[in-house]
């Protein structure tokens, strides 16, 4: 028996989500008293890296070419079998969302998503998924020989890693019997950290008037070492892409710190963003509904507070 954690790559490269899934996966594995093995799919960088988070062998499919989740699916559950495994570990990214049921039903196992926590239980299988928006938790206990686990990206943290080499296998991806998917476009941010793994993000919303004056929030972002995101109106009418919008019906977020910038505050924009650790709102409006979720408030005019924020920052980097 074993624990398999799907490990995913961002253009070939491990991200601090790859290792995080490791890493939880490694965890339930010595729970169960068992071993942890990890699947990748199209990686350039080594995977024999993943044994420094408890990982001891790593199946390798280099040939898998466009995402395609049903191939993804069937090489994850080809590799779950060939090492015995009853558990599967997928973060929940949007890659990870896109895989995650079809996982399920070719595995033959019980899916809980949004997992917030490390099991509470192995015998049997309790874990914690945040509902209802993140406005609450609720424990699933797993029925089924088999599950698949999908967490919270950037919710449960990586350990310092060890100095482990873990074996490295190579493997065929498996297309299998699948509806016909044709890559269309692909849309990859650039220059930045991927939204759900962001420790810092600085977003802004329709106050920001016009999309020339989107410098502002760049500004700040790059005095913090942010990234950047939006409101759902903001990419509505372009001034954003779409890769930006967080929110309900966008991105979910789960950073240290989240700066709102003329966000009014609306329940779907919330639903995304509530699981930051610290929120900051600057509005002009002393009525938004943000600041009755915000840990700290600024009223004022975004032209003015944001500038001399950003240079507060600078200074204080600088007298560091």
Known sequence: MSVIAYVETWEGKFKKTSFETAAYAAHVAREM???????????????????????????????????????????????????????????????????????????????????????????????????????GFVDYEVKSDRF?????????????????????????????????????EVDRVKGQIPLPEAELVVSAGRGLKDPGNWNLIEDLADALGASTACSKPVSDMGWRPHSEHVGQTGIAINPNLYIAIGISGAIQHLAGVSASNK?????SDPEAPFFKAADYGIVGDAFEVVPKLTEAVKTLKANQ
């Open 33 to 135: 008293a068992t071993d942890a093995v990890a699947v990748v799919i199209n990686a350039t960088d080594d995977p024999s890296q993943l044994g420094n988070y408890g990982i001891s062998k790593v199946y390798s499919a280099s040939d898998a070419g466009d995402f395609n989740n049903y191939t993804w699916a069937n090489t994850i559950v080809a590799a779950a079998k060939e090492s015995d495994a009853n558990g599967i570990v997928i973060s929940g990214t949007f890659g990870g969302k896109m895989i995650a049921g079809v996982t399920a039903v070719a595995f033959d196992g019980a899916l809980v998503s949004n997992i917030s926590e490390k099991p509470s239980s192995v015998s049997p299988m309790v874990v914690r998924r945040s509902a209802f928006s993140s406005k």
């Open 148 to 184: 698949i686990l999908s967490i919270i990206p950037n919710g449960i943290g990586v350990p310092q890693p060890e100095s482990n080499a873990a074996e490295v296998v190579s493997i065929d991806a498996v297309t299998g019997d699948s509806p016909s998917v044709e890559v269309k």
């Open 279 to 283: 929120i900051v709102v600057i509005n």
